[in-house]
């Protein structure tokens, strides 16, 4: 089994004239994929790998700076956002059977005028990359809302009107650009990214190198090999409910490299998420999970995994 792949050339962020049928003939696609693995990797979706190679070269320089400079960028020192940016390494434990993970990351969760941007030479265009990305992962997030309605036979925009605050303190979409620094010493049972599913609705996910794995309905984890210009897409644990399991939010994760490999790894994950007040009620209308609030769910979600 691999991750299905499919051609999102008609629907694509250039594309202004898609027809009814291109819409249905996507729709099938990724009712497939999302049903049997939880998982696709989208071709020509507008992102080009030029702008995903931008958001990593900057990111790689703002990680690759001491501590010390990262520190007026902690995660949780913004009152206004609380999950707004950096994230040492060994914070987030995302999984109760191992240490904390061995990565680091810059979360952009809020573009609110009290957030503080990096501002030395060398990052002077950290805020306008990291901007312009997230207004593109955002764009395309709509429209694949979008075709995933449509594939359930339900208004089209039934997902979409549930995420029009997307870039607002009112949602907690985040887009995250993650650091997997070398490993030199490591605890036991640690990884770089411990096995876990996503929070929200769906994740795209951009990877600098290989390293990420999904675990397949079958049991066993396969390779999410990184496809230069292509994004990820992955189902996550709200749409699993809001679907009643017919999409299903797969555990992912990354383990170590082989002993003495020196390579870091970056990746960057936007993180969808329904407005915090939407009430996710199983689209089938069963009571399969109880109704919660998107903004109880990832509360929860954020207490366990950092302590
Ligand atoms: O690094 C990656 O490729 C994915 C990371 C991930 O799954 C996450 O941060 O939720
Ligand atoms: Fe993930």
């Given at each position: 089994m691999s991750i299905p792949v499919v051609d999102f050339r008609a629907y694509s962020l250039t594309e202004k004239d898609v027809t009814e049928e291109q819409l249905h003939e996507l729709a099938a696609q990724l009712k497939k994929a999302f049903v049997e693995i939880g998982f696709v990797l989208l071709m020509n979706t507008g992102i080009s790998q030029e702008e995903v190679d931008q958001i990593l070269d900057i990111s790689s320089k703002f990680f690759l700076q001491p501590d010390e400079l990262k520190k007026p960028f902690i995660r949780q020192s913004f009152p206004n956002n609380l999950n707004h940016g950096w994230v040492p390494v060994e914070t987030e434990k995302l999984s109760p059977n191992r240490p904390a993970d061995?990565?680091?990351?810059?979360?952009?969760?809020?573009?609110?005028?009290?957030?503080?941007?990096?501002?030395?030479?060398?990052?002077?265009?950290?805020?306008?990359?990291?901007?312009?990305?997230?207004q593109r992962c955002k764009e395309l997030s709509m429209r694949v809302l979008r075709v995933m309605a449509l594939s359930l036979g339900l208004d089209p925009d039934v997902f979409v009107r549930a995420h029009l605050l997307i870039?607002?303190?009112?949602?907690?979409?985040?887009?995250?650009?993650?650091?997997?620094?070398?490993?030199?010493?490591?605890?036991?049972?640690?990884?770089?990214?411990?096995?876990?599913?996503?929070?929200?609705?769906?994740?795209?996910?951009?990877?600098?190198?290989?390293?990420?794995?999904?675990?397949?309905?079958?049991?066993?984890y396969i390779p999410a090999t990184n496809v230069p210009g292509s994004v990820l897409i992955n189902i996550a644990d709200l749409m699993q409910r809001w679907t009643a399991d017919r999409f299903i939010s797969a555990s992912h994760r990354v383990l170590l490299p082989p002993t003495g490999d020196p390579r870091t790894r970056q990746s960057v994950a936007f993180f969808v998420h329904p407005d915090d007040e939407v009430l996710i009620t199983c689209?089938?209308?069963?009571?399969?999970?109880?109704?919660?609030?998107a903004g109880d769910y990832v509360a929860q979600k954020f207490n366990q995994s950092y302590d």
């Open positions: 061995l990565k680091e990351s810059f979360n952009t969760a809020s573009f609110h005028p009290d957030i503080k941007w990096p501002t030395s030479d060398a990052l002077k265009c950290f805020r306008e990359i990291h901007t312009s990305f997230y870039g607002t303190d009112e949602n907690a979409t985040t887009m995250r650009s993650l650091y997997y620094p070398p490993v030199k010493t490591v605890k036991e049972n640690q990884i770089r990214c411990s096995e876990h599913s996503d929070y929200g609705t769906i994740t795209l996910v951009f990877q600098g190198s290989d390293g990420l794995e999904v675990l397949t309905r079958s049991g066993n689209c089938d209308g069963s009571n399969k999970y109880p109704p919660i609030t």
